[in-house]
């Protein structure tokens, strides 16, 4: 106090709520001590909730520092749409630069083209879940920045809310784009064998009565 006003400690003894406090807000303060007085207001220590506060802003920021070097590609937004972080790898693989990504419609106009309405209004129903378990999955090709495609399968979840109150939510990808192409050339070959199969039984099927004896 003695800091805050510049008395010393002994001074500020000698003097009453009237000389200490401005004279532009001497009504209203007077009229509060009056309700203190009266019992109508109660004063509260409020340190542990600052704490607590402050705990929670710097766990923000070290959960948000850590989703920025994860190596799969995470992208972190709040129930307003707005993208709040998105991670190194995810920029790297989609070629997109961060200040091209500040809103949800930013991205999926980008990576989805013609289907940008159909996916933000997919996002914007898991938004709409207001279950903090929630999970959703969908695996849907992108486009990146050089026009190039890649399939992604995305995995999303809502967070809980943040010290401002908005609601929180994280997507996490995993590129299939290789996976998935195994899997077409297996499929493939598996058609293939199975094409060549059913010809061979047919021709053995077609083979003259005495085409066992003549081989």
């Not at 209203?28 to 509260?44: N, P």
Request: proline fraction near 4%; aromatic fraction near 6%.
């Amino acid at each position: 106090m003695s800091r805050i006003l510049g008395y010393p400690a002994g001074e500020i003894t000698t003097k009453s709520f009237q000389d200490i406090t401005h004279p532009d807000d001497l009504p209203a303060s007077v009229a509060r001590l009056d309700q203190m007085c009266a019992g109508k207001v109660v004063v509260e220590d409020i340190t542990a909730r600052k704490q607590a506060e402050e705990e929670l802003r710097k766990s923000e920021e070290q959960f948000r520092s850590s989703l920025l070097r994860s190596p799969l590609p995470v992208l972190l937004y709040d129930d307003r749409e707005q993208i709040l972080a998105v991670s190194q790898s995810w920029l790297e693989k989609t070629g997109y630069p961060r200040e091209e990504l500040r809103r949800l419609e930013d991205w999926t106009t980008r990576a989805y083209r013609e289907r940008s309405g159909e996916v933000l209004e997919h996002i914007r129903r898991i938004i709409s879940k207001e279950l903090q378990a929630h999970l959703a999955e969908m695996t849907i090709p992108i486009q990146t920045k050089d026009r190039g495609e890649r399939l992604w399968s995305f995995v999303c979840s809502a967070l809980g809310a943040q010290s401002g109150g908005r609601r929180l939510f994280v997507a996490m990808a995993y590129d299939v784009t290789d996976r998935k192409t195994y899997e077409d050339q297996i499929l493939f070959l598996m058609r293939e064998i199975n094409h060549r199969a059913k010809n061979t039984q047919s021709r053995a099927g077609h083979c003259p009565p005495d085409c066992g004896s003549r081989a």
